[in-house]
């Protein structure tokens, strides 16, 4: 069955970097596109980024572009989300989901359980 | 960008109500629009897509319509494993957005 596990969150000062990874199996992995959604505690979803299947597109909001770099390696299953300049308004947990399109077009059928990121001094 | 509202932002109902969720595209977004419930502590799960059709093995208590700017989440019954927050995403344009969510309690 498809199973999305997210690592890399946790405490990070304001400003410091900090690279979240997420595994995945049960499917093709190199078929499909594949976002990280975000939520603050007590807020609600937030689209943060995506990047199609092989990697050639990518997109993100305008609340991350120029400090968050999504990647992936089809070789190891995994997508990454690189999280530079981290604010203490990025203190969310953040999910990885799969998309049902090759392009990434928004078609969530599976996400992971999340992992925390807190940006705290 | 896209703005998405969602009204209303809460809502208290008893088990067997019909129960109804409107969401707002601030431009058309053609059908490009998912539905997705949220518990408290788990990730979302999808229940509708492209507006209208229904993610395999959802109840069909749940229902969406719409296209353009205005679409609707209908609970046609509600159940007590039904208490949940609901997101709507359009996913028309980049960036995606998320409605703000619509908190269905119990009365």
């Known amino acids: 069955q498809v199973q999305l596990v997210e690592s890399g969150g946790g405490v990070v000062q304001p400003g410091r970097s900090l690279r979240l990874s997420c595994a995945a199996s049960g499917f093709t992995f190199s078929s499909y596109g594949m976002h990280w959604v975000r939520q603050a505690p007590g807020k609600g979803l937030e689209w943060v980024a995506v990047?199609?299947?092989?990697?050639?597109?990518?997109h993100y909001a305008d609340s991350v572009k120029g400090r968050f770099t999504i990647s992936r390696d089809n070789s190891k299953n995994t997508l990454y989300l690189q999280m530079n300049s981290l604010r203490v308004e990025d203190t969310a947990v953040h999910y990885c989901?799969?998309?049902?399109?090759?392009?990434?077009?928004?078609?969530?059928?599976?996400w992971g359980q999340g992992t925390l990121v807190t940006v705290s001094s | 960008d896209i703005q998405m509202t969602q009204s209303p932002s809460s809502l208290s109902a008893s088990v067997g109500d019909r129960v109804t969720i409107t969401c707002r595209a601030s431009?058309?977004?053609?059908?490009?629009l998912g539905w997705y419930q949220q518990k408290p502590g788990k990730a979302p799960k999808r229940l509708i897509y492209a507006a209208s059709s229904l993610q395999s093995g959802v109840p069909s208590r749940f229902s969406g319509s719409g296209s353009g700017t205005e679409f609707t989440l209908t609970i046609s019954s509600l159940q007590p494993e039904d208490f949940a927050t609901y997101y709507c995403l359009q996913h028309n344009s980049y960036p995606f957005t998320f409605g703000p969510g619509t908190k269905v309690d119990i009365k």
């Open positions: 990047i199609s299947y092989d990697g050639s597109n990518k």
């Open positions: 989901a799969k998309d049902l399109v090759a392009a990434g077009r928004g078609y969530f059928d599976y």
């Open positions: 431009q058309g977004i053609r059908n490009d």
